[in-house]
């Protein structure tokens, strides 16, 4: 039997004026996974994700969310979604649980449970000591687990994170992951995930999807995308081959230029 899906896009196209920045993206997330969308700056993975969860106009092709359409039920979906963005979302005006409360009512939680609500998101993240402390004392891996907390504050069936560690020491990574794994593990919640560190996508995903200019143009377990470039391979040396980057192979040409202009060097004295 095939697996329910979370997210299904077929054919999706979207452009800024001439630029082309997701270009003909056929997408799969099956539920209850942690699906990784992996890829250099300016691949489309954070415009495929804004269209996922109604933040950009529909695009061409077609996008539901556990069986809603993107274009026709924004509302349905946006109530399916949990999601944090690569910008730092919180206020550091208010306290922890003013912000969790705030995306409480922005999420139509009704006021009898919004707040055992907000204090289970808080609790889930492990920010209950800090609750009341306003956000701008807070670290930046706090931060992100407060955001993380807001996300999480209309149950959602479908976790959207963008680059959610990004700047985070290995000590708040850590801690940021450790969190959504516990919360998945006790509502079963799919997770959509972008990031540029492939150890954590190594590490926390089910399945990943590579893209590049736009496509994607790898698909697989990170076991499977392994294997097929070969043994003793990294995530990064997937990344690398599947993407074909000319920037990567422009640099490593001019280091071999470096290298080969010292080695010279030193023999001329």
Request: glycine share 10%.
């Given at each position: 039997?095939?697996?329910?899906?979370?997210?299904?896009?077929?054919?999706?196209?979207?452009?800024?004026?001439?630029?082309?920045?997701?270009?003909?993206?056929?997408?799969?997330?099956?539920?209850?996974?942690?699906?990784?969308?992996?890829?250099?700056?300016?691949?489309?993975?954070?415009?495929?994700?804004?269209?996922?969860?109604?933040?950009?106009?529909?695009?061409?092709?077609?996008?539901?969310?556990?069986?809603?359409?993107?274009?026709?039920?924004?509302?349905?979906?946006?109530?399916?979604?949990?999601?944090?963005?690569?910008?730092?979302?919180?206020?550091?005006?208010?306290?922890?649980?003013?912000?969790?409360?705030?995306?409480?009512?922005?999420?139509?939680?009704?006021?009898?449970?919004?707040?055992?609500?907000?204090?289970?998101?808080?609790?889930?993240?492990?920010?209950?000591?800090?609750?009341?402390?306003?956000?701008?004392?807070?670290?930046?891996?706090?931060?992100?687990?407060?955001?993380?907390?807001?996300?999480?504050?209309?149950?959602?069936?479908?976790?959207?994170?963008?680059?959610?560690?990004?700047?985070?020491?290995?000590?708040?990574?850590?801690s940021v992951w450790d969190h959504i794994g516990e919360v998945r593990a006790s509502t079963g919640m799919t997770v959509l995930v972008t990031t540029h560190y492939m150890d954590e996508a190594d590490q926390?995903?089910?399945?990943?999807?590579?893209?590049?200019?736009?496509?994607?143009?790898?698909?697989?377990?990170?076991?499977?995308?392994?294997?097929?470039?070969?043994?003793?391979?990294?995530?990064?040396?997937?990344?690398?081959?599947?993407?074909?980057?000319?920037?990567?192979?422009?640099?490593?040409?001019?280091?071999?230029?470096?290298?080969?202009?010292?080695?010279?060097?030193?023999?001329?004295?």
């Amino acid at each position: 039997m095939t697996a329910p899906l979370a997210v299904r896009g077929t054919a999706i196209r979207h452009r800024f004026g001439d630029t082309v920045a997701v270009d003909g993206v056929d997408l799969n997330v099956p539920a209850g996974m942690v699906f990784g969308l992996l890829g250099p700056n300016g691949a489309g993975k954070t415009t495929t994700l804004r269209m996922i969860t109604t933040l950009l106009p529909a695009p061409i092709g077609s996008i539901e969310v556990f069986g809603v359409d993107v274009a026709r039920h924004k509302l349905a979906v946006r109530r399916l979604l949990g999601y944090v963005p690569q910008q730092l979302s919180a206020d550091g005006a208010l306290t922890g649980r003013q912000n969790v409360a705030l995306f409480a009512r922005l999420f139509d939680v009704p006021r009898a449970r919004r707040r055992h609500v907000v204090d289970l998101s808080l609790e889930s993240v492990g920010l209950t000591d800090v609750a009341d402390r306003t956000a701008g004392t807070y670290s930046g891996g706090m931060i992100r687990r407060l955001e993380l907390a807001q996300a999480l504050v209309n149950a959602p069936r479908l976790l959207v994170l963008d680059e959610p560690t990004i700047g985070l020491d290995p000590i708040g990574r850590a801690s940021v992951w450790d969190h959504i794994g516990e919360v998945r593990a006790s509502t079963g919640m799919t997770v959509l995930v972008t990031t540029h560190y492939m150890d954590e996508a190594d590490q926390h995903c089910d399945r990943i999807a590579l893209m590049h200019r736009g496509r994607i143009c790898a698909l697989g377990t990170p076991a499977e995308l392994k294997a097929g470039v070969g043994p003793d391979t990294t995530l990064d040396d997937v990344f690398r081959a599947a993407t074909g980057d000319r920037l990567a192979s422009d640099a490593g040409e001019r280091m071999r230029n470096v290298r080969a202009t010292r080695r010279t060097a030193h023999r001329l004295g």
